[in-house]
């Protein structure tokens, strides 16, 4: 671990305040990677599709990414606990960054998608590693909520200039920018933790083992679930949908008593085991169901329904992420005030619940302002939700599990907007097509118009013209076609959105069960 120069006032964990706060600096260049990446791939995925086709795989660019980061947060969150972090936070920079680039020369969605899944290992390695070296460097949780906040405003800064300059990227350069834009923020952060983070390890000694086996099983039990959910809603029940089914079980149940007979386990059950940690864990997961809904289908439904531009889809989806950085600021200093700190879990859901039914009712006439008012609710729920689960799980968990803990926590919010975007994805895919199919059977339409089934036509205005000028000389008009097929969007996209207020709603009354959490002041860092 590296140790402070003598002159220097040390801050914790030997440190000094400079070492700190470079060392701070550099955590945040990580999350600022993975907050652009969330926001800025959610503008353009639209126009994304529109130029390599394959609106099948739109869902597949948000949760192969997921899936792969839910596969691997658990094994280097147990690996950081093992080995210290730093050197999983240094590697994951460096596979992000590539897996960025190669997102960027994808020529294909397929190759996208794919790309996607390697950035979703990096993404999987920081999140398992780099959230957890908060704690680590301040077991204190009143101190650490203070400097949290500086994690919680470069979160906040990526996530308010994302929506925005993935639009205008999107707009002005082309898509592929949008993915290049890690690639300084990574040299950035490699360079500041590789000189300044310490390598800090809770647990020494030669019986260290890693419990691969459970590993494998949480990998086919993830992607067998995937597939379910995404198959499900388009194909029923059907033998390959079945058989997806019985593997989620059956590995599920294979790892349950894996990790219950295991020495080392890699999921510690005592952790589920405990009422309020595995509250808080399910409630982490309703909010990933929230979070990737919104950063993925609202920017469809702006640019594929109403019509906007990427720029201004971008302009109109920024107050929900501004907010997410003001209620997490806000947080930090309301938490250590109240007697039972959980109540700001119920604010959180509250505000979640009015913003996802909002966003129920707005149509292609409604203002823009209404609707970035929702957006700002939803904003300040999500700020109140995503500090508190934190802190609350490693508060609950001990210094023992506090690296699998922060990694199981960061897991199921990926788990649950994982099939979430997946179920999402298929409802909105599902009612958009029958809506369509419905008014070109009402209307007696020609078989050409059976383009509108696949949406990228309405984000696409080379295919518009093309698509317009052959129903004129069919004696159609094709921009009433096209216009049905917006307000068709703006209908799927709001199926697809009442599962996510349905989940807002059984996250609100699902916090009765985390009891209450009491923040207490480390011991050696009471000085701080």
């Not at 800064?157 to 949008?178: D, I, Y």
């Not at 979640?352 to 966003?359: D, F, K, R, S, Y």
């Not at 696949?454 to 093309?466: E, F, M, Y």
Request: hydrophobic share 55%.
């Amino acid at each position: 671990m590296n140790v402070a120069p003598r002159n220097s006032r040390p801050l914790t964990q030997g440190l000094s305040v400079r070492q700190t706060l470079l060392a701070m600096l550099g955590l945040c260049c990580v999350v600022m990677m993975v907050a652009i990446d969330q926001t800025v791939v959610g503008t353009a995925l639209p126009t994304v599709v529109a130029e390599l086709n394959g609106f099948e795989l739109y869902a597949w660019v948000g949760t192969s990414y997921l899936l792969a980061s839910v596969i691997m947060v658990p094994v280097f969150g147990r690996l950081g606990d093992y080995y210290g972090r730093k050197p999983f936070v240094i590697a994951a920079i460096a596979v992000f960054s590539i897996a960025s680039v190669l997102c960027g020369m994808a020529g294909s969605m397929l190759q996208l998608v794919l790309a996607r899944g390697l950035q979703g290992v990096g993404g999987g390695m920081l999140v398992g590693t780099a959230f957890a070296c908060i704690p680590d460097l301040f077991p204190d949780p009143r101190v650490r909520l203070r400097w949290q906040v500086m994690f919680s405003s470069a979160y906040g800064l990526a996530n308010a200039v994302g929506p925005t300059l993935g639009g205008v990227l999107t707009h002005h350069l082309g898509w592929r920018s949008v993915f290049y834009v890690n690639v300084p923020i990574s040299l950035l952060g490699l360079w500041l933790i590789a000189v300044y983070l310490p390598r800090i390890r809770h647990q020494q000694g030669s019986a260290i083992r890693l419990d691969w086996p459970a590993a494998l099983l949480i990998a086919a039990c993830m992607t067998s679930l995937q597939l379910f959910v995404q198959f499900l809603p388009n194909r029923g029940l059907d033998a390959t949908v079945a058989a997806c089914g019985a593997a989620v079980v059956l590995t599920g149940v294979a790892l349950y008593f894996r990790e219950r007979h295991c020495s080392h386990p890699l999921l510690p059950l005592e952790l589920f085991h405990n009422r309020s940690m595995a509250t808080l864990f399910g409630l982490s997961a309703l909010l990933g169901v929230a979070m990737f809904g919104m950063l993925f289908y609202v920017p469809l439904l702006l640019q594929g329904g109403f019509a906007l531009s990427p720029q201004v889809a971008g302009f109109v989806i920024t107050p929900l992420v501004v907010c997410i950085t003001v209620a997490s600021i806000c947080n930090s200093r309301i938490l250590m005030r109240l007697p039972n700190p959980t109540v700001m879990l119920y604010v959180g859901f509250a505000l979640l619940v009015v913003a996802t039914a909002g966003l129920l009712v707005v149509g292609r006439s409604t203002s823009l302002w209404l609707m970035a008012g929702f957006l700002v609710l939803g904003g300040l729920g999500m700020g109140f939700l995503l500090p508190n689960l934190m802190v609350f799980s490693q508060e609950i968990a001990g210094r023992a599990h506090l690296g699998i803990a922060t990694a199981v926590l960061q897991s199921t919010r990926m788990i649950g907007g994982m099939i979430g975007m997946a179920t999402v994805g298929s409802l909105v895919n599902y009612h958009y097509v029958n809506q369509i199919r419905r008014a070109a059977a009402d209307q007696g339409l020609p078989s050409p118009a059976s383009r509108l089934e696949d949406p990228q036509l309405l984000v696409n205005a080379h295919q518009q013209a093309d698509f317009v000028s052959g129903m004129h000389s069919l004696g159609i008009d094709g921009a009433a076609l096209i216009e049905l097929a917006r307000s068709a969007m703006v209908s799927a996209v709001h199926w697809g959105l009442v599962l996510v207020v349905l989940a807002m709603v059984a996250g609100f009354f699902w916090v009765r069960c985390v009891g209450k959490v009491v923040l207490v002041r480390d011991a050696g860092s009471a000085g701080n």
